[in-house]
C-alpha cells in the first residue's frame, strides 16, 4: 500500500486525511479524522489508524509514520491522534504557531493531545540542542516571531520554515528530487480568529518539477485567503508553485471558497475560479473529501455544497471527485506518481461495481429477508 510514490485521500466523511508516500515506506501524513464507526462492516468510511498500523514499515517492532502535519487543531482534522500517537512511531510532526495559543477548553480531546505533544516536542529539541531524532522531531511552520515566546526561547531557527521557502527533509533525511513541499501560509498575522484561516497551505510535488504541477492542500481557508495566496505568489515570481493536477477542495467542497458575502448578497468570486483555471495542469482534478455532495443545499447547511461543486466542474478540465462518490467503496482515491507528474485513478469501473452494489442491497432491504414467507401467499382461495 505504501510501497511507492502517490497521494491518497480517505474516505472519512466530511474531513481530510491524505498520505502522500514519497518511497517506499516513507509516509508524510497530511491530517487524520478516524471514527468508531468505520469498524462498522455496512459503513464505507476507512478506520485509518487501523490501516496505517496494518500497512506501515516496522521500526523496532513498532510501525513508523515519517511525519504527520496537522493544517489546523480542528476535529475533522485531528480525530483519532491519540490513539495513532499509542500505536505509531511518528518521526517527525508539523504544525503551525496556531496550536501554542489555543487554550485547551477550546480543543477537542485529540487536539489537546497533539498540542501537549508538540510541547513535548519543542521542549526535546531545545534540550537537544538542535536534533532531537526521530521519534521528537518537530518542524514549526509558521513565522519567526514564535521564536521571541518563552516556550520557544533557544529553539533551532533551522527547525522552522517560513511562508515562501520549500520542505525536502523529512525526518532527518532530505528527499530533494523525489519531493518538495513549498509553504503558502498561514500569514504572519494569522495566529489569532477563526482557526480555518490560519491553515497550514502548502503545494506538494512528488519529484523535482514543480511546473509540472502536484497537489495543492489549502486547508479549510476560505476566499480571501485564497486570493492572498495567489496575489503573493505571482508578486514574489513563485507562479510554478502554484500549479496543480490534483486539487483538494478547501474545507471539504465549501463554497466560501468563491462564494462570499457582500451585504445580503451572496457574491460568486469568479477571479478565484479563473485563477485556479490557469495554473491547472492538462488534465487537472479537483477531489472532495467528504460524504456524499447533495444536489442542493438549504440555507446554512454544512459543507460539502452542491453550488462549489458545479463551479469547480467548470474548472476542472478531467473533473471532479468525491471521496465517498468515486473510487472503490471504503478505499482512498489514489493519484500515482509517474515521471514528476501524477496519474489520475480509473474510477469507472469502480463507479460500475459500487452502483451494483447498492442496487443489490436496495432490493435486499426491499425483499427483508431471503427466507420464504411462513404462510401460504397467493391469489385467489
Known amino acids: 500500500m505504501f510501497d511507492e510514490p502517490k497521494v491518497m485521500f480517505w474516505p472519512v466523511g466530511t474531513g481530510d486525511s491524505t498520505s502522500i508516500v514519497i ?46 502535519a496537522l493544517t489546523h487543531p480542528d476535529q475533522d482534522h485531528i480525530l483519532g491522534f ?16 496556531r496550536v501554542f495559543i489555543e487554550n485547551d477548553q477550546d480543543l477537542c480531546e485529540d487536539a489537546v493531545v497533539f498540542k501537549e505533544e508538540a510541547e513535548r516536542r519543542v521542549q526535546e529539541t531545545i534540550k537537544s540542542g538542535g536534533d532531537a531524532g526521530s521519534g521528537d ?31 525536502t527533509e523529512i525526518d532527518g533525511f532530505d ?36 511546473s509540472q504541477g502536484g497537489v495543492l492542500l489549502f486547508g479549510d481557508i476560505a476566499y480571501p485567503r485564497i486570493r492572498r495566496i495567489f496575489d503573493t505568489t505571482k508578486e514574489a515570481g513563485n507562479e510554478d508553485f502554484l500549479r496543480w493536477k490534483v486539487f483538494l477542495a478547501p ?13 445580503d448578497t451572496e457574491v460568486l468570486k469568479q477571479d478565484m475560479l479563473d485563477d485556479l483555471a490557469s495554473y491547472q495542469v492538462e488534465g487537472g482534478i479537483i477531489v472532495a473529501s467528504s460524504d456524499k455532495i447533495p444536489s442542493t443545499n438549504s440555507s446554512g447547511d454544512n459543507p460539502p455544497h452542491a453550488k462549489a461543486k458545479k463551479r469547480y466542474e467548470e474548472v476542472a478540465d478531467e473533473g471532479f471527485l468525491c471521496t ?42 426491499a425483499r427483508g429477508s431471503d427466507s420464504p414467507p411462513s404462510e401460504q401467499v397467493g391469489y385467489g382461495c
Not at 23 to 30: C, E, K, Y
Not at 82 to 97: A, K, M, Q, S
Not at 251 to 263: F, P, R, T, V
Not at 337 to 361: F, I, Q, R
Open 23 to 68: 518511497q517506499d515506506g516513507i509516509v508524510l501524513q497530511v491530517d487524520l479524522r478516524d471514527m468508531d464507526e468505520a469498524d462498522n462492516s455496512d459503513s464505507d468510511r476507512v478506520a485509518l489508524v487501523d490501516k496505517l498500523a496494518e500497512n506501515l514499515p516496522k521500526v523496532d517492532g513498532k510501525p513508523y509514520l515519517s511525519a504527520f
Open 175 to 210: 528527499y530533494d528530487g523525489e519531493f518538495n513541499a513549498f509553504i503558502h501560509a498561514p500569514f504572519a498575522e494569522e495566529t489569532e480568529g477563526d482557526r480555518n484561516n490560519t491553515s497550514l497551505c502548502m503545494q506538494v510535488v512528488l519529484g523535482d518539477a514543480p
Open 251 to 263: 474545507h471539504h467542497c465549501s463554497k466560501s471558497a468563491m462564494y462570499q458575502k457582500e451585504g
Open 82 to 97: 491519540e490513539e495513532l500517537l499509542n500505536r505509531v512511531t511518528i518521526g517527525e510532526i508539523w504544525f503551525t504557531p
Open 324 to 365: 465517498h462518490e468515486d473510487g472503490p467503496s471504503g478505499e482512498p482515491l489514489v493519484f500515482q506518481a509517474d515521471d514528476g507528474g501524477l496519474v489520475a485513478p480509473d474510477v469507472t469501473e469502480a463507479a460500475t461495481t459500487n452502483a451494483t452494489s447498492k442496487l443489490a442491497s436496495a432490493v435486499d432491504e
Open 137 to 167: 522531531r518537530v518542524k514549526v511552520i509558521g513565522y519567526d516571531s514564535i521564536l521571541d515566546t518563552d516556550e520557544f526561547v533557544g529553539f533551532p531557527k533551522d527547525r522552522l520554515t517560513i511562508p515562501g521557502n520549500s520542505v
